[in-house]
């Protein structure tokens, strides 16, 4: 359990870390191009696992098919991860230069909570109380720091 | 963490605040489409997937666009932030499979981000400017990681 703990925690940190690092690209480069780097260097890790753990070749060596079976079946609009992806990594390096690394993972963060909780509430699902709590502490946390001198 | 000597909290201004809750905003979305592919094809593909249909976009924009080089050169580990993306996407498709479920891989995971940012922002790692956190900072940080974890633990209860 510590073990896993541990892992969850890392997995959170090396988010700040990457967006530290694609932050510091986008000073020599710009937010688009580091976000560039950070899927085309990203791919290549994940296709190398892919080769070699997922067994990639082989199933295009035995099927003839380079998608893998479901893959095909997936609707269009799930393909769009990877675009909006692009858009989100180049926003966080443009953003962590102008107003650092915590302001950057907290509004970001209560971006995501936020949209979430509305998209929850949207397809009916349970815990409203709850949501509409954190929504509230969430919002007071943003109008925080939209307070204080100019 | 709260810097000793007095100084003016500068407010965000409006424009970068809508920003970074839009860009939250965004995260959801993406990973409403990448849970897709994952459904369909698992979760190997859930992140190579996006990662190779946003290769194919960004050099798009890029050649379309052509932003102006902002600086100098940058030193050669800043390209390689695509390997910690790609190691987190590995772990998290571990730990949500043990007891910590989904939501326990979430709330932890936004520990681990905060606490990086904190010090990131301290010591000015990696080249970017440091940032002492003011007693406003905290409390921001606390409202929002106390409403994050009241709606991804309430879901759960």
């Known amino acids: 359990m510590t073990l896993w703990v541990l892992m969850a925690v890392l997995a959170g940190a090396l988010v700040g870390l990457s967006r530290q690092v694609n932050g510091r690209l986008a000073l020599s480069l710009s937010p688009l191009g580091a976000s560039f780097w950070n899927h085309l260097v990203g791919f290549l890790a994940l296709a190398a696992v892919a080769v070699l753990a997922g067994g990639l070749l082989v199933g295009v060596a035995t099927t003839g098919r380079v998608l893998p079976p479901g893959l095909a079946d997936a609707p269009a609009w799930a393909w769009a991860g990877g675009p909006i992806g692009v858009l989100f990594v180049a926003a966080g390096s443009w953003l962590i230069a102008r107003i650092g690394a915590a302001n950057t993972a907290l509004l970001v963060i209560a971006g995501q909570m936020l949209s979430g909780a509305a998209l929850d509430t949207l397809r009916g699902a349970e815990g409203l109380g709850w949501r509409a709590l954190g929504v509230a502490l969430i919002l007071g946390g943003v109008g925080l720091a939209r307070s204080g001198q100019r | ?157």
């Open chain 2, 1 to 157: 963490m709260i810097n000793p000597l007095p100084r003016p909290v500068a407010r965000l201004r409006p424009l970068p605040l809508l920003a970074a809750v839009g860009t939250g905003g965004l995260l959801t979305l993406m990973v409403l489409c990448n849970a897709e592919v994952g459904r369909h094809a698992g979760p190997l593909m859930a992140s190579l997937v996006p990662h190779a249909t946003g290769t194919l976009a960004a050099g798009v924009a890029l050649a379309f666009l052509r932003p102006r080089r902002a600086g100098g050169p940058a030193p050669r580990w800043a390209y390689l932030g695509g390997l910690l993306g790609a190691v987190t996407v590995m772990l998290t498709s571990v730990t949500a499979n043990t007891a910590l479920a989904l939501s326990g891989t979430l709330a932890l995971g936004l520990l681990g981000q905060v606490a990086f940012a904190q010090a990131a922002d301290r010591w000015g790692l990696l080249g970017l400017p440091r940032r002492p956190a003011t007693a406003r900072d905290v409390g921001v940080m606390a409202l929002i990681l106390g409403g994050s974890a009241v709606i991804i633990l309430g879901a759960g209860a």
